[in-house]
Nanobody, 120 residues
């Protein structure tokens, strides 16, 4: 069993910053891919950022230059640094982690979601 715990959401003014964290625990042999998604009210889920096992990153056009995804392989953790936040960044953010378990099986788990609200 692999569990994900997210933290770091909250209320911030436009132009402010927040840092989201995602910690994975359990029988994890290797994490292959970590991604952050978000779902705003009335909208479909959107892929925000991805970091591969090799460290390559991909971002949605709407967050390029403002958000940065990183991972700490020694701690099975990942972060999403969000700068210059805009009201349209308001959403519930979810981390998604894919990898291999010691049993040889694969996993693809979601965090519980954390609310980010950008408002003055």
């Amino acid at each position: 069993q692999v569990q994900l715990v997210e933290s770091g959401g909250g209320l911030v003014q436009p132009g402010g910053s927040l840092r989201l964290s995602c910690a994975a625990s359990g029988s994890i042999f290797r994490i292959k891919r970590t991604a952050w998604y978000r779902r705003a009210p009335g909208k479909e889920r959107e892929l925000v950022a991805v970091v591969s096992s090799g460290g390559a990153t991909t971002y949605a056009d709407s967050v390029k230059g403002r958000f940065a995804i990183s991972r700490d392989n020694t701690k099975n953790a990942a972060s999403l640094q969000m700068n210059s936040l805009k009201p349209e960044d308001t959403a519930v953010y979810y981390c998604n982690v894919e990898g291999l378990e010691y049993s040889g099986g694969t996993f693809a788990n979601w965090g519980q979601g954390t609310q980010v609200t950008v408002s003055s």
